[in-house]
T-cell receptor, first 113, second 117 residues
Framework: QQPVQSPQAVILREGEDAVINCSSS?????VHWYRQKHGEAPVFLMILLKGGEQKGHEKISASFNEKKQQSSLYLTASQLSYSGTYFC??????????????FGTGTRLQVTL | ETGVTQTPRHLVMGMTNKKSLKCEQHLGHNAMYWYKQSAKKPLELMFVYSLEERVENNSVPSRFSPECPNSSHLFLHLHTLQPEDSALYLCASSQEQLAVLNTGELFFGEGSRLTVL
């Protein structure tokens, strides 16, 4: 089952902040975040591992709450270049078989002037 | 030049046609993937190859046939597709197949936009 992302879409003015949430029904080993701009390939942003710390990438950071099986992506002082669709991907704790990265439905973010 | 190159970028085919999508990675990676991206659906993993061996077939219909002749090239052969197969097909690579667990970094191509009439 894929993780659930919220909101599905958000529109921001440049400089505003946003939070994108990712929730899974399974116990997780890791959460991965990607951004895909229109017509382009998805690009890796960061990974959060079980037991790891909050990560950051310029003004984009993320947290991983293992107990709640949730992750949040924080975009601070958004820029026009942040526009795109953000995907979280989750890897469930191994059960003796090869695990795989399962992506959420995506959150479309649009930053305007 | 991007690390992962896909051709063609756009493809229109009839349901009785046979066509192939090609992916080439220039990163020296050992694992390659096919994903399907449809409107309003998440990225769906189709196939995983590690060191040219298929390690994952995610319940994909047999009208999709992957081929990995070497660690740099991946093909997706298409035949007798259905209109619902119209989607963006993304190829990706990673250093090692299980390395996704640690580094998390998949390198995607820009995709092949497939339309089935």
């Amino acid at each position: 089952q894929q993780p659930v992302q919220s909101p599905q879409a958000v529109i921001l003015r440049e400089g505003e902040d946003a939070v994108i949430n990712c929730s899974s029904s399974k116990a997780l080993y890791s959460v991965h975040w990607y951004r895909q701009k229109h017509g382009e390939a998805p690009v890796f942003l960061m990974i959060l591992l079980k037991g790891g710390e909050q990560k950051g990438h310029e003004k984009i950071s993320a947290s991983f709450n293992e107990k709640k099986q949730q992750s949040s992506l924080y975009l601070t002082a958004s820029q026009l270049s942040y526009s795109g669709t953000y995907f979280c991907g989750t890897v469930a704790l191994l059960t003796g078989t090869a695990s795989k990265l399962t992506f959420g439905t995506g959150t479309r973010l649009q930053v305007t002037l | 030049e991007t690390g992962v190159t896909q051709t063609p970028r756009h493809l229109v085919m009839g349901m009785t046609n046979k066509k192939s999508l090609k992916c080439e990675q220039h990163l020296g990676h050992n694992a390659m993937y096919w994903y399907k991206q449809s409107a309003k659906k998440p990225l769906e993993l189709m196939f995983v190859y590690s060191l040219e061996e298929r390690v994952e077939n995610n319940s994909v219909p047999s009208r999709f046939s992957p081929e990995c002749p070497n660690s740099s090239h991946l093909f997706l052969h298409l035949h007798t597709l259905q209109p619902e197969d119209s989607a963006l097909y993304l190829c990706a690579s990673s250093q090692e197949q299980l390395a996704v667990l640690n580094t998390g970094e998949l390198f995607f191509g820009e995709g092949s936009r497939l339309t089935v009439l």
